[in-house]
């Protein structure tokens, strides 16, 4: 069998730096799944004009160390080696490069690659990072390699409006190396699917793909996201506070509620997530001292079983985005058999099917009317929601990654079903 390589890259940018996104918590899943893969295995990380590489032993280490999530302030040393990165950052990666096996410059990474695996390698790369030209090229001229590639979503490119230029710009470049280099292509919905490969085919060629769900293990019944929810009224939304979340709907609907109703009765809001880029109108709002924040509290560091009794007590989750590539968080609260109310866009759809209740992103009136209801209605009991739970059935990361290894440790050929016309090399 041939080694893997998993290029981990953004998880380590991302370590230390508060709560894991989504993407980052896909890549630490990864990382968690290799190391008990039975084949050799590798782990990529991109360092200031350089590459380190860890082998098991190495990974199980760093993995071990990002779960326990305790990273001390740089050395002098680390910050006279990198002194633009962020204390947490050159921490990790100082214990990344002492971790390392190989090490070896930009320029040197073919020929180390090339002697490390000479029978081949299958390369991947689950975090949108590191997708650089150098770098698959680097893999591409190893006899007998593979490029595995999973694509979120390609939001810079279709919904432009939502990233910095310099982002859609980066991402179009990347998408580019990806039509060109990538042997098999892994999406995580059939929505994201189609889009890219829209993409791809202007490009002159679409790889192989599969589309591998997400995977989101069920809560045993005794976890703390199974807690009764709390006497008052509460509702939560997830994940990073960016313009296409459209966390301003919400605010302007509690605005509303306080302006509509009694104190006691005005549900309360939490508003779980880092704070991103281009918000600033909500951020205002947020840092506004306004009475509207008496209902409405911001949670920027919340640990992953933090965040899980939030969301547990919570009466529901509401999630207004205007597009999403999976969404993690609503999938998260269907597996606990927490209401989710959510925007009326064709993935969430896909992936949660009838669950949900869908209202238009657009449509304050809507979103107003659902959430005055959820608040007047009774609250609900742990075994209603055990009971709501086992009414969904989502992919777990078994069947995510039973599914991806058996589509990317295959060798396809043009009469292989996966092989599509879109996927023939030009």
């Known amino acids: 069998m041939k ?47 350089s590459h380190a590489l860890l082998d098991r032993e190495g990974g199980q280490i760093l993995f071990n160390e990002i779960n326990a999530d305790k990273w001390h302030s740089s050395s002098i040393l680390e910050r006279l080696i990198l002194p633009r990165m962020a204390a947490e950052t050159r921490t990790v990666m ?34 949108h990072s590191n997708l650089r030209a150098a770098v698959l090229r680097a893999v591409k001229v190893v006899e007998n390699s593979e490029i595995n590639v999973l694509i ?28 060109e280099l990538a042997d098999r ?14 993409v791809f085919a202007d490009f002159g060629r679409a790889p192989p793909g599969l589309v591998c769900h997400l995977g989101v293990d069920r809560p045993s019944r005794s976890a703390q996201i199974y807690e009764k929810p709390a006497e008052k009224p509460n509702f939560v939304i997830i994940g990073t506070i960016e313009p296409r979340k459209n966390h301003a709907l919400l605010l302007s609907l509690w605005q509303e509620f306080k302006q509509s109703l009694p104190f006691g009765q005005v549900p309360h809001l939490h508003v779980i ?70 925007s009326d866009i064709p993935v969430y759809h896909e992936i949660l099917g009838d669950y949900p209740a869908y209202l238009n992103q657009y449509n304050n009136l809507e979103w107003d009317r659902e959430i005055r209801a959820r608040a007047m209605g009774p609250r609900e009991t742990v075994a209603e929601r055990q009971k709501r739970a086992d009414t969904i059935q989502l992919s777990s990361w078994d069947q995510h990654f039973d599914h991806m290894f058996r589509f990317t440790c295959q060798r396809l050929s043009p009469t292989d079903p996966e092989y599509t016309r879109k996927g023939r090399r030009s």
Not at 21 to 38: N, Q, S
Not at 104 to 124: A, E, I, K
């Open 185 to 198: 292509v892994i999406y995580i919905s059939a929505e994201t699917r189609a889009q890219a490969e829209a």
């Open 94 to 127: 100082a214990r990344v490069w002492r971790l390392a096996t190989w090490r070896c410059r930009d320029s040197r990474l073919r020929p180390c690659l090339s002697r490390l695996f000479p029978r081949g390698v299958r390369y991947f790369n689950v975090g």
């Open 152 to 179: 979120h979503d390609i939001i810079p490119i279709s919904y432009p409006e939502f990233s910095r230029l310099e982002v859609t710009g980066r991402f179009q470049t990347a998408l580019r190396l990806v039509s």
């Open 273 to 342: 997530g880092r704070r991103g880029w281009g918000n600033e109108s909500v951020f205002n709002i947020l840092d506004s001292g306004d009475k509207v924040m008496e209902h409405v509290t911001e949670h920027n560091g919340l640990s992953d079983s933090e965040m899980q009794v939030r969301l547990g007590q919570s009466w529901g989750l509401l999630s207004p985005s205007f597009t999403e590539g999976f969404g993690l968080p609503p999938v998260e609260a269907a597996h606990a058999g927490v209401p989710v109310i959510c």
């Open 3 to 49: 080694p893997l390589l998993l290029d981990i890259s953004r998880l380590v940018s991302r370590v230390g730096r508060g709560p894991l996104t989504g993407i980052d918590r896909v890549e630490l899943a990864y990382l968690k799944r290799f190391l008990t893969r039975p084949e050799e295995v590798w782990f990529l990380c991109r360092m200031p004009r």
